[in-house]
């Protein structure tokens, strides 16, 4: 089954400055990868998605690169905010059910 | 739009009890899905329904997990008898459909320790 790695476990950043996370991905087959936030408490909720016919897909201070020759994609956050501290997972879908396999997530710390 | 409806949001039981968990998907959602989120992991799928019936339940451990989901609307997923590496937050998603790549909406969890 698809098997996906993410990098780093934890990342702290100053505000202002930006923080990037990384995941690779196992199953050539796999076509679509969502990242999700998740707070204290609260479900995970998805913020940016990138399917396998587009390399790269921005949303104002986010960005989601995809490169499917080295199967792996990476979430860019630029002028991070605290309100940007949270645990981001990355996640592929794969199998004719599209059914999501997770990454291990990074917790993310924005300094005031 | 309403989003995915847990209860109870916390739970405490001793090992051996039984627990049940209720989740409502976002109105006209035909996919739900069940998850088992172990702190400090990302969520892992236990079982898939698309309407009432089960797409997969490959890794949901029967002998002690159960899911339905009546009618094509709530579903219930229940642990009979509970051990204490059940402990975790279980995590409720809907997608509106299978066979293409469709976002899923997470609830906001059952969180259950297992004493």
């Known amino acids: 089954g698809e098997n996906v790695e993410q990098h780093p476990s934890t990342l702290s950043v100053q505000e202002g400055d930006s923080a990037v996370i990384k995941c690779t991905y196992s199953?050539?087959?796999?076509?679509?990868f969502p990242w999700y936030k998740q707070e204290l408490g609260k479900g995970p909720q998805l913020i940016i998605d990138i399917r396998s016919n587009v390399g790269e897909k921005k949303d104002q201070r986010i960005a989601v690169t995809l490169n499917k020759t080295a199967k792996h994609f990476s979430l860019h956050i630029t002028e991070t905010q605290p309100e940007d501290s949270a645990v981001y997972f990355c996640a592929a879908s794969t199998g004719s059910a599209r059914q999501l396999t997770f990454g291990s997530g990074t917790q993310l710390t924005v300094l005031p | 739009e309403a989003g995915v409806a847990q209860s109870p949001r916390y739970k405490i039981i001793e090992k051996r009890q039984s627990v049940a968990f209720w989740c409502n998907p976002i109105?006209?959602?035909?996919?739900l899905y069940w998850y088992q989120q172990i702190l400090g992991q990302g969520p892992k799928l236990l079982i898939q329904?698309?309407?009432?019936?089960?797409?997969?339940d490959s890794q949901l451990p029967k002998d002690r997990f159960s899911a339905e989901r009546l009618k094509g609307v709530d579903s219930t997923l229940k642990i009979q008898p509970a051990k204490l590496e059940d402990s975790a937050v279980y995590l409720c998603?809907?997608?509106?459909?299978?066979?293409?790549?469709?976002?899923?909406?997470f609830g906001p969890g059952t969180r259950l320790l297992v004493l």
């Open positions: 109105s006209g959602h035909a996919t």
């Open positions: 329904f698309q309407n009432n019936g089960v797409v997969d």
């Open positions: 199953d050539s087959a796999s076509n679509y």
């Open positions: 998603a809907s997608s509106p459909r299978t066979g293409t790549s469709e976002t899923q909406y």
